[in-house]
């Protein structure tokens, strides 16, 4: 999803790119691209300066890294930037590991989603060396815009796992409140637009109920079990440092009922059939 954009990014910028994927049709899309395959993330690492990884959960992301198939084993890459979202603590895990053979880790999680992956309009925010950022700059601009979190692992892991649960807070409360109006007889396009200019607006009524509740199709792209992953590991993290997450401990329950009823691969947007769901 996220990986194939970024690839096609990287391609379409001249750049020599080796993919891999358990999805023998995601490597094959790519390589008609002009996209090289190997059979595993070492491969990758045997035949490139820089590994960057768009991987769906922190076990992944650590296998991915550290396994004995994993970027560690390469031998030639030297810096590691992971585009995902998995928490600060794996993400130092994940740094300190490979510093041990001699690869950098670039901590690099992004948002914006499929149409920001396509477009190279995401927000890439990135905690590594600050030599290494200024070496990899150039490239990383290809994505998007850069906001340099600073040199600590895990930093934009952290910034990353705060905007997803308030990404996730504001679709939970944006379907609950436009079930209530479309209940008492409101018209939904109504109400979106007057919160558009209200003080109600947020990235949900923006963006994601125009685009994929208001249709029927909720198809926004980013699928519910990935969302409940992230509140998840932010609500963990936070719990760690002594926090009280009390709104977002809500919003993690909604996620677990609609990743429950629809499956965590339907759309994140279904959140909504499920408020209706519970509404009658």
């Known amino acids: 999803r996220m990986g194939g954009f970024m690839t096609q990014r990287l391609l379409a ?3 020599s790119v080796v993919v891999t994927d358990p999805s023998a049709e995601a490597v094959a899309a790519l390589e ?12 990758v690492a045997a035949s490139s ?7 769906p959960s922190p076990a992944v992301v650590e296998a991915v890294a550290l396994g004995a198939n994993g970027v560690a084993a390469g031998g030639r890459a030297k810096v590691f930037v992971d585009l995902s979202t998995t928490g600060s603590r794996v993400a130092t895990k994940v740094a300190e590991g490979l510093a041990a053979k001699g690869v950098i880790s670039v901590d690099c999680p992004v948002s914006g989603g499929l149409a920001g992956a396509k ?3 995401l927000a890439v925010m990135v905690s590594c060396p600050a030599e290494t950022y200024a070496d990899i700059e150039p490239i990383l601009s290809i994505f998007g815009k850069l906001f340099y979190v600073g040199e600590k692992p895990g930093s934009a892991q952290t910034l990353k796992l705060v905007n997803n649960l308030l990404a996730a807070c504001a679709m939970a409360i944006s379907s609950e409140g436009m079930v209530m109006g479309m209940k008492a007889g409101l018209d939904p396009k109504v109400m979106i637009d007057v919160i558009n200019v209200s003080s109600g607006r947020n990235s949900a009524i923006q963006d994601k109920f125009p685009r994929s ?8 792209g980013f699928m519910t079990g990935l969302s409940y992953k992230d509140v998840r590991l932010c609500l963990d993290e936070a719990e760690a440092m002594g926090i009280p997450m009390v709104v977002g401990s809500a919003v993690r329950q909604m ?4 990743n429950a009823v629809y499956g965590p691969e339907s759309d994140f947007t279904s959140m909504i059939r499920n408020v209706e769901t519970w509404a009658g």
Do not use: C, K, Q, R
């Open 13 to 15: 910028a001249g750049h």
């Open 32 to 43: 008609a691209v002009g996209a090289s395959s190997a059979a595993s993330a070492a491969e």
């Open 49 to 55: 300066d820089i590994v960057f990884a768009s991987l």
């Open 119 to 121: 477009n190279g309009t």
């Open 213 to 220: 509740v208001l249709p029927g199709t909720f198809d926004f």
């Open 255 to 258: 996620l677990a009922m609609t």
